[in-house]
């Protein structure tokens, strides 16, 4: 084996936290790269993997120091460097893939400039030549008009294409590794597809190293040569992809790939089934946003939506960023009045503003939001946030409430003595818990789960997936699941509504879903989501054109 | 609607309001003043108002006709064009202002000149080095500069620079401002209070704008770029905090021209401020009324164009 | 109390320069007195010394100077009939002239007028001068005399002296250079009225006063209300070569401190009317003097005799006992003040009645007047305003001496913007202030008849209207001061109207502006001191 | 049942959201915390009242009698400053929980209703704004005359239009997010989201910028004096203080430098306090 390319030994890194407490968030790691080798760093947030990756280019964020250990980049040690030498490092050396290309491009200056920066920080080449590379880069990656897109603003070009050229960033000072930081985990998984290519093809023809941080096994899979598993700070196992995937060793590193093992869906079916109302109808909907124009919104989103949901039976609505999926889940809780349409709960006409509803008709359909963090207020404790709707709907007070709210957190497998925290003293999955608990609280027919899981760490969204299938055994709900993951929606649904622009394009039962699907969008997203097998995205044959037609970029 | 045509469309948007803003101070500033006690024929009369010399002065002056009517006489003279004329001299507001709010601009705009500058360069330092010791030095200067009463400055500048040292001259405003030397001199004083005064707030708020925008993910890209500081600063923090530091500089400017009583007084510099506390003494309305909008329009107008200038700085909302 | 720093206007420094301003003084005279005594040299003595160096040096034609009042508005007017500020006053007296005026010692002299006789006191026949020229060249006639006096009758004008020339009945050309003027009654007094600053002739027909075309020593130049005005040597002046200066600049500088600080850094050559606390600050400064003018200027607690408490028998007197007059000549005006006797003829005035004494600051005996009127426990408020000199710190002092024996007094103080129109003359216990008057006629009848405008007491008494009447009519002087002394009395002792102090006024100059002399009808020289200082060193 | 009654509203405390304060926030509290003391107990410690002349010399030094000089008309600066702290301390303090008060009802009600009210009541608060504040002072003056009732709701008003511009860009931010848009869900009443899930997460930035305005009001309500609306003599607040005896700056005395010492520990004290502020306070408020 030829001298490693980067090497680190017994890293570890301190933080402070804003009560002044000083915690090490990384624990002794060590590993080596070799030159043109990838490793991918596999974890949980909170696992440190990106703390490790950013501190390869001697930089940590905020708060946070290296505490010991060397890292060792062709034979320069990293952490003995001063700023400014180490400054020289990056964008050289190593260089940077962001996780969110929209947030690391300054909105305020053209592509071109930003992507040619480094080389007028470190005096490269001439202005004109970093320019004619930039646009070999942009060829490279496969973007469209690669002559002039480098003149155009961040916001001007898609998400999927910002990536892209945040790699042509990253790659114009001709650095011998490169950084990718979770850089497909904020697309749209048809576009993801794209731009994982694109990367591989680009690190391939230029012989770089790469360091690839993500908490997605199948996405690694494709393109790492090596995996590291992260958990708490620590590695918990290091192996070639395909010995990670096939002979797991270290039980973490099981319980991340069974997150992946499909769960088949068994039909909950409710004991009277007599009940001829569908729970939730949705007729001819339509809803958009801004000013209202003889009776139509500026911008319309839904256009005609058609639907029914079964009491009992889980109905999933899948599509990408833009598809009007959020949209309906809040015009159905009223929070986004239609201006068109009807809306049926069990077998009532619900009134298309929030404050025409009865408390009865708001009581039933409950909503759930995707982000707990800002779902639950950081202000009140959790005590008072189940014990309010409680109050609200029930009439609920003193001990009764108490009690009650102890059954919740029972029912969501929360220990009691959690009601007198506050959200902020919680972790992300318990959050998502006590958000799940106050819709329960209400005692609803309906939840309406807006993409519940999609921020959650793999194995906590599937314990969530679990509970959602308990409660519906122990309660009698129906589930509309918003999501983008249709996997996920899979391991729920009865039905499936693959939504497209605001419209629904096609409505089948899931089970059949993967081999029924017949709009070419729904075949689409379907052959997008990434397997794991190191070969799948090599063997993924695409309709180009079609993707062109429905990629979101 | 085309895309190219939306700044325009807010900016029209903005004036529309601004109008309309202007309609109501004039209607509120009007009606408050006939509310206070005393008008100018007893104002006028002083000492000597004795009830029938006032009453034939207010009929002299036309001061019978009733309220709305002279607030819509004097709203459809500005229309016009036509600011009215002053009750207590006869003179022509328009030329009772002239020369004094000309006085005022010119003092607003070298304070500006020389107050801007050096307060967007600490605050921009100040964040740059931020926990250092020139930031340190910077927000403590900034703090005391707020904590002291304007009076304060202006009456100790006066005694050090003028009385003491004699390198100044203790008024503002004579006659021979007629070389560079004699005008900097001049209005060196007023403008040095000034710019202690308006200064503080925009170094406070320029630091704030670009620390929050070093925090950005762009701004540590560049970082990871190998930018030196002063390039993650100046070349990506600053654009971006344009928009919150036009505005903070455009609410510390609006001070300048109708705040300024205490250093028009202090250096007897006739300005528009003492203008209309001498108005307002004197329940001259036209005058009241000219005052108020003048400080309406200059205010607005800052406010606008601090809107313009983060409209403009924004590419999203440029094109 | 008696605590003594070498610098202070104490004990019988203190005592002595009264006694000597009193008498109305000049500061030559007082300087040889202090320095006689062989006291005061401390005392402001190097103020003295560079004052008297003001009237003994040889008079120098040139230059100009910058001279700053302390009130200006855009009220600021060139029109003599509405002139209200000491500004209005200075600027009048530069571009017009008066028929009469008063000169040092209180003596009446012609003006513009080569004679003002009478028979009867009540038909006059004033001679005007001849060949005096207004500033457009035209001359002097009896039309210009008759038009300046007949509009202080017309409402529409707004005069201020509307009330006192009510009683010229009839103004008439007799030829070119006679006017009669016919008096409702008889009144000796005529020529000294017509030395006050309102009755400034004007050429006839003029109604624009935004420039001033009179007959006197500058033309004005420029003039911006509430700005400036400058003015320039009037070069065909009536009285000949006898202006020294060149031009000179006026302007207002409200703020005491920024007036002082001006002079101070000889951005100016004069600070009218500096606050007596600003005296420490100019002494040891060898380029500024100072020249203080006793007039008959004060501030006086008016209680009206109308309302509730000053109805209540003993309240007054009570407040006469309670008012520390020394304290308020000491702390209030550093010494620049003389004691008063409550009434409104003060010693620069030649019929001032020596003879009334002060009422002695007496808790004890104003707290037996307060129980008599019933008064100890309630709250009495006193209105005080900075529109009245000093009247909020005159109020403190009596507050504080009332809280000793348990009189509630409240000082309200009032913003002084419209404090005249508002609160002067209306609240039952106010404060006002009243500008020198050079006759106590004038005083008498604007203050204290029954009928006066400015009743500031709603002091009635029939037989002190008759007195008034008698005493115009009375060519013979003695009689006439008797009655006057008779007055005074009455004034001090039935009036409501407690006048702890004449006011001195100081104006700072710089040293090398001489000529300055003080003048009874106010500071500045009565407001006329354009005309005769000059610039010491000026080629 | 008292016990569960404490645990239903568990107050968020700093320590509870995993804040501190550093010393010089430390230190500018207990200067606060000084001057809080000096004007309650102010009038019983002050040797002397504030009106009475104690010495016949103005401008005196500072001797063992009179702590810190005598004023211009003789009185003890000392006993004055004791005096003025309640003055200078109780006003700004009224005035500016009543502009952020009002200001902040008003902004979290814009924020809420939205549409109409929102608009009309942003425009004319920024018309507000465009009069320069000392005049507005001045018509006051004119108007209605100077009291301490007078000199409050003054200078609260002065303040509120900012106020309220500050608390309704919060509001506005905490209204979009998702736990107010579920309570808005459940059916919550207007007043319930405002005063249980807006109010909570603006507080702390709220009371920073309260902590700002209060500097300001101290140094308005000098300039006020300037104009003529300050407290009643014999009593005055600090500003007036330092105008009052300002003539005795050139000769350095006392009577003017312990009163702007005590606006500067004061507003200085307030600048530390805020600006070290746990920066989880202030964060929230961008």
């Known amino acids: 084996m030829t001298q490693p390319l980067v090497t680190v030994n017994d890293l570890r890194i301190g933080a402070v936290t804003d009560a002044g407490r000083k915690v090490e968030i990384i624990r002794g790691v060590s590993f080596e790269i070799a030159p043109g080798e990838i490793v991918a760093l596999i974890g949980e947030s909170g696992s440190g993997k990106t703390t490790i990756a950013l501190s390869l280019m001697g930089y940590t964020r905020t708060g946070c120091s290296i505490t010991g250990g060397q890292i060792t980049l062709d034979q320069t040690d990293v952490t003995a460097l001063s700023e400014r030498k180490r400054a020289a490092l990056r964008g050289t050396e190593v260089s940077y893939v962001p996780q969110s290309a929209a947030a690391a491009f300054n909105p305020s200056k053209r592509i071109m400039d930003q992507v040619i920066e480094i080389t007028a920080i470190h005096e490269l080449m001439p202005k004109a030549e970093a320019e004619a590379k930039a646009v ?171 639907f029914s949901l079964e009491r009992g039976r889980n109905l999933g609505v899948i599509g990408e960023s833009g598809s009007g999926k959020s949209t309906l889940a809040r015009a159905i809780a009223g929070i986004l009045p239609p201006y068109q349409g009807g809306i049926l709960l069990d077998g009532q006409e619900l009134r298309g503003d929030l404050k025409r509803r009865s408390k009865e008709q708001l009581r039933k359909a409950q909503i759930v939001f995707q ?78 789960c807006d993409e519940i899981t999609s921020a959650l760490d793999t194995v906590v969204a599937a314990a969530i997936l679990d509970l959602l299938k308990e409660l519906q055994r122990e309660l009698s709900l129906s589930y509309m699941f918003i999501s983008h993951d249709l996997s996920t929606v899979e391991a729920i649904c009865d039905d499936v509504l693959v939504m497209l622009k605001g419209e629904v394009v096609e409505a089948l039962p899931a089970a059949r879903m993967s081999a029924e699907a017949q709009h070419p969008y729904s075949r689409l997203l379907i052959s997008s989501i990434p397997q794991l097998d190191t070969g799948w995205l090599a063997q993924l044959e695409q309709d180009l054109t079609l993707v062109a037609q429905f990629a979101n970029r | 609607m085309p895309k190219s045509l939306l700044p325009w469309i807010l900016v029209s948007q903005r004036l529309g309001i601004a109008l309309l803003t202007l309609v109501i101070v004039s209607f509120a500033v009007f009606f408050a003043t006939e509310l206070l006690p005393g008008d100018v024929a007893e104002i006028l009369l002083g000492q000597a108002a004795t009830p029938e ?70 605050g921009i330092g100040a964040a740059m080095w931020k926990g250092s010791m020139f930031d340190r030095v910077v927000s403590v200067a900034t703090i005391s500069v707020i904590s002291v009463p304007e009076f304060m400055v202006a009456t100790l500048a006066v005694l050090i620079f003028a009385v003491w040292l004699g390198w100044l001259p203790a008024l503002a405003y004579g006659a021979n401002v007629d070389s560079w030397g004699a005008m900097l001199r001049a209005y060196a004083m007023p403008v040095i209070t000034l710019s202690f005064v308006v200064s503080a707030q925009m170094i406070r708020m320029t630091r704030a704008a670009v620390i929050e925008t070093i925090n950005t993910p762009y701004v540590e890209m560049a970082l990871l770029k190998g930018a030196s500081r002063r390039r993650m600063v100046l070349g990506h923090a600053l654009p971006n905090a ?78 | 109390m008696t605590k003594k720093t070498p610098n202070n206007w104490t004990g019988r420094d203190d005592a002595l320069v009264e006694g000597m301003i009193r008498r109305g003084a000049s500061r030559r005279e007082l300087l040889k007195m202090l320095m006689a005594s062989g006291v005061g040299m401390a005392v402001g003595g190097s103020l003295l010394t560079r004052a008297s160096q003001a009237v003994a040096a040889t008079p120098v034609f040139g230059g100009s100077i910058k001279a700053a009042g302390w009130s200006s508005s855009t009220a600021d007017t060139l029109d003599p009939a509405k002139a209200s500020l000491s500004t209005d006053y200075v600027r009048c007296c530069s571009f017009y002239n008066r028929l009469t005026f008063l000169a040092e010692g209180g003596v009446t002299e012609m003006e513009l007028a080569e004679s003002i006789s009478t028979d009867d006191a009540q038909t006059w026949e004033i001679k005007l001068k001849s060949g005096v020229e207004f500033h457009d060249g035209s001359t002097l006639t009896a039309d210009d005399v008759v038009f300046s006096l007949k509009r202080h009758l017309d409402e529409a004008v707004g005069s201020k002296v509307n009330s006192i020339a009510k009683q010229m009945t009839e103004i008439t050309k007799l030829d070119d250079t006679t006017v009669k003027v016919v008096l409702a009654a008889p009144n000796a007094d005529l020529p000294t009225i017509l030395a006050l600053h309102h009755f400034m002739i004007i050429k006839d027909g003029t109604t624009d006063f935004t420039t001033a075309n009179g007959t006197g020593p500058f033309i004005c130049e420029a003039f911006e209300p509430g700005v400036r005005s400058v003015a320039v040597k009037n070069p065909n002046y009536f009285k000949g070569n006898t202006v020294y200066l060149d031009s000179y600049e006026y302007f207002a500088i409200p703020d005491n401190n920024a007036r002082v600080n001006a002079l101070l850094s000889g951005d100016i050559q004069v600070a009218a009317s500096v606050n007596a606390r600003s005296l420490r600050m100019l002494e040891g400064q060898p380029s500024v003097a100072t020249s203080i003018t006793t007039s008959g200027n004060y501030t006086n607690l008016n209680i009206r005799k109308d309302l509730d408490p000053g109805m209540k028998e003993g309240f007054i007197e009570g407040m006469k006992y309670l008012i520390n007059r020394e304290a308020i000549q000491k702390s209030v005006f550093r010494g620049l003040a003389e004691i008063g006797n409550d009434q409104p003829v003060s010693a620069a005035n030649k019929y001032h009645n020596p003879n009334i004494a002060p009422k002695a600051y007496d808790p004890e005996q104003a707290k037996f007047y307060f129980e008599k009127a019933g008064l100890m426990g309630t709250e009495v408020p006193i209105v005080a305003s900075d529109a009245a000199t000093s009247s909020v710190d005159m109020a403190m002092i009596v507050q504080q001496a009332g809280a000793e024996i348990g009189m509630n007094l409240k000082v309200d103080r009032v913003p002084s913007d419209g404090y005249w129109s508002n609160y002067w003359l209306k609240a039952p216990v106010h404060f006002g202030n009243i500008n020198p008057r050079p006759t106590p006629d004038i005083l008498f009848s604007l203050l204290y008849t029954s009928d006066a405008p400015w009743n500031e007491s709603q002091y009635k008494s029939e037989k002190f209207d008759s007195m008034l009447v008698e005493a115009r009519g009375a060519l013979d002087e003695d009689k006439r001061t008797s009655i006057y002394w008779d007055m005074q009395e009455m004034v001090a002792n039935e009036a409501g109207t407690i006048i702890p102090a004449y006011i001195s006024n100081v104006d700072a100059i710089s040293s090398n502006l001489k000529g300055l002399a003080p003048n009874p009808l106010g500071g500045q020289m009565g407001y006329a001191f354009a005309e005769y200082v000059w610039l010491d060193g000026a080629a | 049942m008292m016990i569960e009654r404490s645990n239903a509203f568990v107050i968020p405390t700093p320590k509870r959201l995993g804040y501190s304060f550093n010393w010089v926030g430390r230190v500018g509290l207990a200067v606060i915390l000084f001057w809080a003391v000096v004007a309650i107990v102010g009038p019983w410690i002050a040797p002397h009242p504030p009106g009475e002349i104690v010495d016949w010399d103005y401008f005196g030094p500072v001797t063992a009698d009179f702590w810190m000089g005598t004023d211009y008309l003789g009185r003890d ?17 009224a005035s500016v929980v009543l502009a952020c008060a009002g200001g902040v009802i008003l902004g979290m009600v814009a924020a809420v209703i939205g549409g109409w009210f929102d608009m009309i009541l942003s425009r004319l608060l920024d018309a507000f704004n465009g009069i320069p504040s000392l005049l507005f002072g001045l018509v006051v003056v004119a108007a209605v005359g100077s009291s301490i009732p007078v000199l409050i709701l003054t200078l609260a008003a002065i303040y509120l239009p900012g106020s309220y511009r500050f608390a309704r860009a919060l509001a506005v931010n905490v209204n979009a997010t998702d736990y107010v848009t579920v309570a808005r869900a459940r059916g919550e009443s207007t007043p319930y989201l405002i005063t249980r899930e807006i109010f909570p997460n603006i507080l702390g930035p709220v009371l920073a910028d309260l902590g700002l305005r209060f500097v300001f009001i101290v140094l308005v309500l000098s300039g006020l004096s300037f104009l003529g609306l300050g407290v009643q003599p014999p009593n005055a607040d600090w500003g007036a203080l330092v105008r009052e005896n300002i003539e005795g700056l050139s000769l350095g005395a006392p009577a003017v430098i312990f009163p702007s010492i005590a606006i500067a520990t004061l507003t200085i004290s307030v600048n530390m306090f805020i600006d070290n502020l746990p920066s989880k306070i202030r964060d929230r408020s961008e």
């Open chain 2, 242 to 319: 344009l928009g919150p530091i036009a505005n903070a500089v455009a609410l510390s400017l609006s001070y300048l021209v109708g705040g300024v009583i205490i250093v028009e007084t202090i250096f007897n510099y006739p300005g528009v401020a003492k203008l209309m506390v001498d108005a307002v003494a004197t329940r001259d309305l036209p005058l009241i009324q000219s005052c108020a909008m003048i400080f309406c329009v200059s205010y607005l107008s800052l406010i606008t164009l601090a809107d313009l200038i983060a409209i403009l700085s924004n590419p999203r909302l440029r094109r």
């Open chain 2, 53 to 122: 010399a006032v009453a034939g002065l207010r009929t002299a002056m036309g001061l019978d006709e009733p309220a709305m009517h002279r607030f819509v006489g004097w709203l459809v003279g500005l229309a016009g064009g036509d600011m009215g004329t002053s009750y207590v001299n006869k003179m022509a507001v328009s030329d009772l202002m002239g020369g004094r709010l000309v006085n005022s601009l010119r003092l607003a705009a070298v304070t500006t000149l020389v107050s801007v500058p050096i307060a967007l360069a600490l």
């Open chain 1, 136 to 306: 070999d880069l942009f060829r490279a990656l496969a973007l469209p008009d690669p002559e002039h897109i480098g003149h155009r603003y961040p916001h001007q070009v898609s998400g999927g294409q910002l990536q892209r050229l945040s790699a042509a960033m990253a790659l114009i000072g001709g650095p011998k590794l490169v950084i990718f930081d979770e850089p497909t985990t904020a697309l749209d998984v048809t576009t993801q597809i794209e731009v994982l290519r694109a990367f591989k093809s680009v690190m391939q023809q230029g012989g770089m190293a790469g360091v690839y941080v993500s908490h997605d096994l199948a996405v690694v899979a494709q393109i790492a040569d090596r995996i590291i598993v992260l958990k708490g700070g620590e590695i918990q196992e290091t192996g070639t992809t395909e010995q990670i995937l096939t002979h797991p060793a270290h039980p973490y590193t099981r319980q991340l790939l069974a997150a992946f093992e499909p769960v088949p869906h068994v039909s909950f079916q409710p004991e009277a089934k007599a009940v001829p109302k569908p729970i939730l109808e949705v007729i001819h909907l339509h809803a958009g946003y801004g000013a209202i124009r003889k009776g139509e919104p500026e911008i319309k989103i839904l256009k005609d939506v058609n």
């Open chain 4, 77 to 93: 600066i000392f006993s004055r400053i004791l005096m003025g702290a309640r003055y200078t301390v109780g006003i700004a303090l």
């Open chain 1, 371 to 448: 982000l707990a963090d800002t779902a639950l207020n950081p202000a009140h404790s959790i005590e008072q946030i189940l014990g309010r709707p409680l109050a609200f709907y029930h009439g609920l007070k003193g001990a009764a409430r108490e009690a009650r709210v102890k059954e919740l957190l029972d029912m969501v497998r929360l220990p009691a003595n959690l009601r007198h925290r506050l959200p902020g003293e919680l972790s992300g999955g318990q959050k998502q818990r006590i958000n799940l608990a106050r819709a329960l609280a209400a005692e609803p027919e309906l939840i309406l």
